[in-house]
């Protein structure tokens, strides 16, 4: 079977990126914009970098801002309701996975009206028309929101998150600057960077991994390992080489699927708004153990781009183990947690494991599992 690779028509890398927004936009023919940001990023003066250029340019916009950091089915409706009233044409999207996630539901809902119920958006939903023209600009460098085909919505009535796949909803045109991602805290860059290198791990080891996706995989973790470290502690260095690195993780697994570290990670994000980063930093290192049968000759790749030293003379155990290692250092020297203790409950474990058995990202895991399966592996980080 052929292997399939979506990517951004466009997209821009390095500082001073942002300044190709307005071009994009008249190009395309554009004459107003629905900026999604979140309220935070008005506050601390981050979405008033785009919005400089659009007001010295006079090109019209409307700001929505009504967004969460686990962005909501209300969420989506609610934008839905504005961009239509807007008379918008068009979507700038700046920020996180959150704004993100809720602009591609927006853009998908809004050209797709039969697609109202945005439940009915989830797994690969058969839309006829891509999504309004969206300009993507992340903020932090972790989800690749701007690069993927996949956005995840919380569903509060059912207390559990959704992955919605779809090739119309990834943007044309996609605006990496790291100058918008210098006023990320440290806890949220350690969390969104982590949430890269799993982005990258989880999809240099999936089922459907490809020469494509390796090639895109291995060299972001190359960069990821490299950089976050630096980036945690702001240095342009480190904010560059992470900017890079999360892009080009999120071209590889947006098109071949992650695993059960993600699958188990929405759950907890859901249930108890823990930073999907975060959860996902925690879960890696156990998630790898339990793949190690399938997938551990594998590893040794992962680790030498994580240069780990002595790699090339161990055998394939001992060059599993320290890559898993390497992996549980990066994550400690960044500040996070190593266990779920006082995130988890154990009344919720059952709930969790049948959710994130029932995820989208599940299939994609190396070894087949179960709900008694990630039900242990749950028990296990508590």
């Not at 071009?23 to 003066?45: M, N, Q, R, W, Y």
């Not at 790699?311 to 060059?319: F, K, L, P, T, V």
Request: hydrophobic share 40%; glycine share 10%; charged share 20%.
């Amino acid at each position: 079977m052929a292997d399939r690779i979506v990517l951004n028509s466009v997209s821009y890398h390095g500082h001073g990126a942002i300044e190709n927004i307005l071009g994009e936009l008249k190009s395309h023919g554009c004459t107003k914009a629905l900026v999604c940001t979140d309220p935070d990023l008005i506050k601390f003066g981050v979405t008033g970098k785009v919005t400089a250029l659009l007001d010295a340019a006079g090109f019209p916009y409307e700001v929505y801002s009504d967004i969460k950091a686990n962005p909501t089915i209300e969420n989506v409706q609610h934008g839905v309701s504005v961009f239509n009233a807007s008379g918008a044409d068009s979507i700038i999207a700046i920020g996180g996975g959150s704004a993100m996630d809720t602009s591609k539901a927006i853009g998908i809902i809004a050209n797709n009206p039969e697609f109202a119920d945005v439940r009915s958006l989830e797994g690969v939903a058969p839309t006829k028309k891509h999504a309004v023209f969206t300009v993507a600009v992340p903020t932090t460098a972790g989800t690749a929101a701007e690069v993927t085909i996949n956005y995840v919505i919380t569903d509060v009535e059912k207390k559990r998150k959704f992955v919605c796949v779809d090739t119309n909803d990834i943007p044309e045109v996609a605006v990496v600057d790291p100058d918008m991602m210098s006023t990320m805290p440290k806890g949220l860059t350690a969390a969104t960077g982590m949430d890269a290198l799993t982005h990258a791990i989880e999809g240099y080891i999936t089922k459907a991994h490809c020469t494509i996706s390796d090639m895109f995989h291995l060299e972001a973790i190359k960069l990821i390992s490299a950089n976050l470290r630096g980036a945690v502690e702001n240095t342009p260095e480190g904010r560059e080489g992470m900017a890079l690195g999360q892009y080009i993780a999120g071209m590889g697994f947006s098109n071949v699927g992650l695993g059960v570290v993600h699958s188990m990670a929405h759950g907890l994000s859901a249930l108890y708004d823990t930073p999907h980063g975060v959860a996902c930093a925690i879960i890696l290192p156990t998630g790898l153990e339990y793949n190690l049968p399938v997938a551990g000759k594998r590893y040794r790749a992962i680790g030498k781009a994580m240069c780990v030293a002595g790699i090339d003379s161990m055998d394939d155990d001992e060059a599993a183990l320290a890559t898993i290692a390497a992996i549980k250092k990066l994550s400690k020297d960044v500040g996070i947690p190593e266990n779920l203790k006082g995130i988890l409950k154990e009344e919720d474990v059952q709930f969790l494991a049948e959710s994130a058995y029932a995820d989208a990202c599940r299939p994609g895991n190396p070894r087949d599992t179960s709900v008694e399966e990630i039900t242990e592996l749950y028990k296990s980080l508590m």
